[in-house]
């Protein structure tokens, strides 16, 4: 709201006076000495949130019917988000529906409403006269709307939610003239002093995008059947939204084969939205049919552009196949000519067809505006510090939901160390030396909002948070390490090459020696994933070092099935052992050299037999037994009990 200069405040004061002397002259107090009457008549400072950047400020315990009114209120740990501009006025709003409905005894009722924003104490002081009354429902006035974002002492650590209060102004009167010409005095005003969070939208990720389903087979459109981890920076209940086509579902279920989108957004208490993430369902005849070709999937999103820019309707765009990989080179538009000259809604139709005929089409809204609404913010979604030599990863950026144009720009600082391949409105990074590189995604509607990720390029060969006993199987001709520690947190990603299955073989003998053991297997666009277990055991006493791994089989590799049957037949294996040295057969419980049978209770190399009976006596301190542990064990614990006995004996002599 504009301030008004103080010569134009009491120009109209003055001629509200005419119609309501006592009441007016509050604007000019000298007019009302002689007949106010001062009161202590405490009010209340009312603040309601109504979402998650704005609050609705009133005035409670109003006892009389008010004519005039003047009060301060600060703001502490946020600002107003737009000045003066971001105070939404109440009073006029509810008088002139008031007196459409009759609601006065006059035909008029001419209102002056001043907000003064003082920026550098960050208070509001109001000044509010009516020709007949300032409406209010019961003892509440409401006064003005207030749109707010947190001052930046307030922002606290990240993904913390800022929170702010609002309270009277120090050493300001609270002061309201009555209909009966008495004036009111409040010099301590009740408030409820309470801290008002600044809502931030709620976030949604899914670990799999790609679901598979048998045609028939009905899916419950819950997070958890979805893959899907919602939050609410609040803690407060989110709920889980799903749509087909533009349609909101509540479970899925096909008799058709083929892909499906399943737009999947969290929503809180207040309304506010997350973003809207995708997740494909495939609908497939029956089991054999997993392999089978399958229809390309076009990727593109509706767009809005201003009026007067260029438009490129491929840009963004990208087909891809399961079989044969990206083929948006073989992508045709057809549909409505879009004329960025011209404000309107345009359909514009993508259709591509892969070498086996199947053929996929997708139609987007294109929107031509003069005023579009900028954006606030882009964030990186998910930044990484560091990156393999050789490997590749895509960053996502995100433009604020309410932001017109989402599109994205991608800049690498040096192209030698890290360069940019553009996929849809992501970037891929592709390390090619070692160094320092700063990866920025900015705006593209002339906001000039930016983010940016410093990435560490770095040869694995001289990273040292990697156990080496996993280094030691990495054949770069076989597999690429792109990112990640080993930890269970932090998996090592290893993306396969275009290779033959019998070089392929050669890696998957190596890592079999490491005990695999899958831990998770999911689909992520175009690449199937393996979350692997690996562990090397040693030394005399049988140690174990852990650590984690992810095999990504990209699904358009020219012998994917085959790699990935291999690779699956060795997990399998991993999981059901009985040869060998696994548990089951031959070197186990019972055979061997493992505690059972011949090399354990019964056999004079036997720990219980040769300290005495502790199955009878001492079962409570007995070792643990895996079904793992080598006789050189026991034979070494025998041998500590042995040399402890001959040693107390030799003190005695």
């Known amino acids: 709201m504009r301030k008004m200069k103080a010569s134009i405040k009491i120009a109209l004061a003055s001629t509200l006076v005419v119609t309501s002397t006592a009441a007016i002259a509050y604007a000019t107090p000298k007019i009302l000495e002689s007949k106010s009457i001062e009161r202590e008549n405490k009010l209340k400072l009312d603040v309601e949130k109504v979402d998650g950047d704005t609050v609705k400020v009133a005035l409670d315990n109003v006892q009389e019917i008010p004519k005039s009114l003047q009060f301060s209120i600060q703001l502490q740990g946020a600002i107003l988000k737009d000045g003066a501009n971001s105070i939404k006025d109440l009073i006029k709003k509810e008088s002139e529906a008031r007196l459409k409905s009759n609601a006065y005894s006059t035909n008029s009722n001419d209102v002056l409403v001043d907000y003064t924003y003082n920026e550098n104490a960050n208070t509001i002081d109001v000044l509010i006269t009516s020709e007949n009354a300032i409406p209010k429902i019961s003892n509440k006035i409401e006064i003005f ?77 819950t ?90 309707p491929l840009e963004g765009v990208t087909a891809f196949d399961k079989e044969e990989g990206y083929i948006t080179d073989r992508v045709e538009v057809t549909g409505d000519t879009v004329d960025t000259n011209k404000e309107g809604t345009y359909k514009v139709t993508y259709t591509v067809k892969d070498s086996e005929g199947k053929v996929a089409t997708k139609t987007i809204t294109i929107t031509v505006k003069l005023d579009i609404i900028l954006a606030e913010s882009i964030s990186i979604d998910n930044k990484f510090s560091k990156l393999y030599l050789g490997g590749s990863k895509i960053l996502t950026a995100t433009v604020n939901e309410a932001a017109d144009v989402k599109e994205v720009e991608w800049i690498t600082s040096d192209e030698n160390v890290a360069s940019i391949e553009l996929v849809r409105n992501s970037a891929k990074v592709i390390a090619k030396s070692e160094g320092k590189v700063t990866i920025t995604a900015s705006t593209k509607d002339g906001s000039n909002k930016a983010d940016s990720v410093i990435i560490d390029i770095v040869n694995l060969e001289n990273d040292n948070e990697v156990p080496s006993f996993v280094k030691d199987i990495i054949d770069t001709d076989i597999v690429i390490p792109v990112i990640g520690t080993g930890d269970i947190n932090s998996p090592l990603e290893m993306e396969v090459q275009n290779i033959t299955v019998e070089k392929f073989n050669d890696f998957l003998e190596n890592l079999r020696k490491l005990n695999p053991t899958l831990e998770k297997k999911y689909e992520d666009e175009n690449f199937t994933i393996y979350k692997i277990k ?17 095999l990504r089989l990209e699904n358009s590799l020219d012998n994917f099935s085959e790699l990935k049957t291999e690779l699956e037949e060795l997990l399998k294996l991993a999981e059901n052992p009985g040869d060998g040295n696994n548990p089951g057969d031959g070197s186990n419980s019972g055979n061997g050299s493992n ?11 036997n720990l219980e037999n040769e300290n005495g009976s502790e199955s009878e006596n001492n079962t409570g301190t007995k070792l643990p037994i895996t079904g793992q542990e080598s006789i050189l064990g026991y034979l070494g614990v025998a041998a500590v009990a042995v040399g402890t006995v001959l040693f107390k004996k030799r003190r005695k002599k």
């Open 145 to 221: 709307e207030l749109d707010v974002k947190p001052e930046s002492s307030n922002m606290l650590a990240k993904n913390d939610l800022p929170t702010y209060k609002i309270v009277p102004s120090n050493n300001y009167e609270y002061k309201y003239v009555s209909n009966t010409n008495r004036e009111y005095i409040s010099k301590t005003v009740d408030h409820d002093n309470e801290s008002i969070s600044l809502n931030m939208s709620p976030t949604i990720k899914s670990g799999d995008t790609y679901i598979e389903l048998a045609k028939g087979e009905k899916l419950e459109l």
């Open 223 to 312: 997070a958890k059947k979805l893959g899907i981890t919602m939050e609410d920076p609040e803690g407060k209940e989110v709920r889980l939204e799903v749509k087909k086509d533009g349609v909101e579902i509540t479970e899925f279920l096909s008799d058709t084969a083929g892909v499906y989108e399943l737009s999947c957004t969290a929503i809180d208490n207040y309304g506010d939205r997350s973003e809207t993430i995708i997740i494909q369902v495939h609908v497939i005849e029956d089991e054999t049919s997993v392999e089978e070709n399958s229809a390309p999937v076009i990727n593109a999103e509706d767009r809005v552009i201003k009026l007067g820019s260029n438009f490129d």
């Open 534 to 550: 690996v562990n090397k055991k040693s030394g005399l006493f049988i140690t174990s070092e852990e650590s984690y791994i992810e």
């Open 595 to 605: 505690p059972g049978t011949e090399n354990n209770s019964g056999n004079g190399s």
